[in-house]
Nanobody
Framework: QLQASGGGLVQAGGSLRLSCAAS????????LGWFRQAPGKEREFVAAIRWSGANTYYADSVKGRFTISGDNPKNTFYLQMNSLNPQDTAVYYC??????????????????WGQGTLVTVSS
């Protein structure tokens, strides 16, 4: 119900755009989010957006470099990542919450997850 794509290998300073297509029940989610998990680390919050588009949320580590956006007619949301550095290397997961006012930074708030897409940033 969530299909992530767009990962790949990029040099430090480069950019990538991740996409996540929602279908079925996730298309009516209230909040869409991106999380990432680096090797040996816990999955961490990256960014989130309300489907209405009025509110966006970012982890401090990506603020000013990453932008989350949504395209409601296409049921797709995106994560534009600029100024990438090796610390951004991780598997990125998109997620959806059908809770009206979830704690957006808490992965327990999200009941639906995509399969993950690998982002590798070389130095």
């Amino acid at each position: 119900q969530l299909q992530a794509s767009g990962g790949g290998l990029v040099q430090a300073g480069g950019s990538l755009r991740l996409s996540c297509a929602a279908s079925g029940r996730t298309a009516s989610a209230y909040v869409l989010g991106w999380f990432r998990q680096a090797p040996g680390k816990e999955r961490e919050f990256v960014a989130a957006i309300r489907w209405s588009g009025a509110n966006t949320y970012y982890a401090d580590s990506v603020k000013g470099r990453f932008t989350i956006s949504g395209d409601n007619p296409k049921n797709t949301f995106y994560l534009q990542m600029n100024s990438l550095n090796p610390q951004d290397t991780a598997v990125y997961y998109c997620a959806a919450s059908r809770v009206p006012f979830p704690v957006v930074t808490d992965r327990q708030s999200y009941g639906y997850w995509g399969q993950g897409t690998l982002v590798t940033v070389s130095s």
